[in-house]
């Protein structure tokens, strides 16, 4: 005994002969009802087979409903194209984005193209609200969408997105985007109903001048986030989005400023205040950024995307004198990052001077020009420990370290390596060969 039902959601017409013709959309038995769909088209078919002598009347039963075919019309259609379209910004600055069937199952075998022309000095801003396509791993080598910041697939990639996808939102670095959605051609049918997004054309959003003027990146997709790499020892400024002008009320930004990490360099980063104005509104509880703030992070934290344990949070506003601005700040490591939010009241900003330090993680009281000169005094501390730059890591080459250990008039000093390997060569060994 048999009992099934065809599903045939892709019909370009009413034609007898259209069905079969028409995308199998999937063969239906048992308790589980099939998903949601959407027609492609202007119509569904539903083909039901039985060959028991006798059927109950409750055997399936559903709804239906006829919506407008012009919300999946985002824009102009692209001609000879199914699902293409070119979005501009003089015709609808704002709008909604759907994969073709949404939120019904969506066809396979499809390439769809969306392409968003703004006016000069123009940003797109798009945010998924729903993002659910086949998932075929971390490369997304099936179905996915893939955002290029401009107008075709010679673009730079934004990324490439499958899965579900949650909090995803992406702003475009001029007026032109371009996302392309695709699905594979395939013999069964997914179960995943595509996405849902809104869209902004907008003059408003971050100007990325910023950044593209002082040495930085900005990192593609955000608003205003930037990185920021060593160039051995360098250094440099950043500053707060909109400099020199007052910044930009509700806007978030991340710098993510990385020293070198290497066999041969490991560096740690000083950031250096010399403006600093971010208001902390009226009557606020001590100690806190009830607005604006910005947070620092000097372990690393943005590995594994530990936000909230930030090392310091810092507002308020610098009138004068030698502690009108943040004290210096040290990273522990070769990261430092910094989250600024400006918040709803409006402020002069920041600009920080940051620098790029060999680090030798050596105990003692370090040169302050940064060189590799380590002093011991007995005042400080009668006992302690030294060692080699990196130790137990390898040392790096071509590095000269002075380690000066000074006693007071009645005291001598006695040194005793625990550990010693060190590379000797023939011509220049005084007592014999180490290591």
Request: some cysteine.
């Amino acid at each position: 005994m048999h009992e099934y039902m065809d599903i045939y959601s892709e019909m370009a017409s009413l034609e007898a002969g259209e069905l079969v013709n028409s995308a199998f959309g999937g063969r239906y038995c048992g308790p589980i009802p099939p998903r949601r769909r959407v027609s492609l088209h202007r119509a569904v078919a539903l083909s039901f087979y039985t060959d028991k002598a006798y059927t109950p009347p409750t055997l399936f039963t559903g709804t239906y409903r006829f919506i407008n075919a012009s919300e999946f019309e985002v824009g102009t259609p692209v001609p000879n194209t199914l699902c293409s379209f070119v979005i501009e910004a003089s015709k609808r600055k704002t709008g909604l984005l759907l994969s073709p069937t949404y939120p019904g199952i969506y066809p396979k075998d499809m390439t769809c193209n969306y392409l968003f022309s703004g006016q000069p000095g123009q940003r797109i801003r798009l945010e998924f609200r729903d993002f659910d396509l086949f998932f075929g791993g971390p490369h997304c080598p099936f179905d996915w969408v893939r955002v290029y910041d401009g107008p075709d697939n010679s673009s730079a990639v934004i990324g490439t997105y499958c899965g579900q996808q949650r909090n995803l939102v992406l702003y475009s670095s001029d007026e032109r985007l371009l996302v392309t959605f695709y699905t594979l051609p395939r013999a069964a049918s997914t179960q995943n109903r595509g996405f849902k997004g809104i869209f902004e054309f907008s003059e408003s959003f971050v100007k990325l001048d910023f950044i593209s003027k002082h040495d930085a990146e900005h990192i593609r997709g955000s608003e205003c986030d930037q990185k920021i790499l060593s160039k051995k020892e360098s250094t440099g400024f950043v500053y707060h989005p909109n400099y020199p002008f007052p910044y930009i009320q509700k806007v978030v930004c991340r710098y993510f400023i990385y020293g070198m990490q290497d066999s041969q360099n490991l560096e740690r980063v000083r950031l250096e205040f010399q403006n600093f104005s971010i208001p902390k509104g009226y009557n606020p509880k001590p100690d806190t950024c009830p607005d604006g703030y910005l947070k620092v992070y000097l372990r690393g934290q943005e590995a594994t995307d530990s936000y909230d344990k930030h090392d310091a949070e810092l507002c308020g506003e610098g009138v004068g004198g030698v502690d009108a601005f943040p004290p210096p700040l040290l990273s522990d490591g070769p990261r430092l990052v910094m989250v600024f939010s400006s918040g709803e009241l409006q402020g002069r900003g920041f600009k920080a001077k940051y620098t790029f330090e060999t680090e030798y993680r050596v105990p003692g009281t370090a040169a302050p020009g940064g060189e590799c000169a380590f002093t011991y005094r007995s005042e400080a501390k009668k006992r302690g420990e030294f060692n080699s730059p990196r130790y137990p890591s390898n040392y790096p080459s071509h590095t000269n370290c002075t380690y000066t250990l000074d006693a007071t008039p009645n005291e001598q000093v006695t040194v005793v390596f625990d550990h010693f390997k060190v590379r000797a060569d023939a011509w220049n060994a005084t007592a014999g060969f180490y290591g």
